[in-house]
């Protein structure tokens, strides 16, 4: 997705300033006004910010690896899932 669009799919979603953003990937699921990138970046918020471009690089190598765009978001939305709870995990132990 362009920069253009995904400053489209926050305003419309009424997300923060795109410099308050964590890295996040470039490709995600968007059609009409469905759009993933609030999800993702809820998400990404979680993760370290040393490790946000790896996660975001490893969402984009799963979203992309799929034969079926849908397979490939759910299977990119659940690995983005799991890290997410982990981190979080760590950071309610500390």
């Not at 669009?5 to 923060?16: P, R, Y």
């Not at 469905?34 to 790896?54: V, Y």
């Amino acid at each position: 997705m362009s920069d253009q669009k995904a400053q489209k799919c926050i305003k419309e979603n009424k997300l923060i300033d795109a410099r308050d953003l964590p890295i996040y990937p470039i490709h995600y699921f968007q059609r009409g006004k469905t759009c993933d990138l609030k999800w993702i970046i809820s998400h990404m918020r979680n993760i370290p910010a040393h490790k946000q471009r790896e996660v975001a690089d490893e969402y984009e190598k799963i979203y992309g690896s799929a034969r079926s765009n849908y397979l490939g978001r759910d299977l990119a939305n659940k690995y983005l899932l799991e890290l997410s709870k982990e981190f979080r995990t760590m950071k309610a132990r500390a």
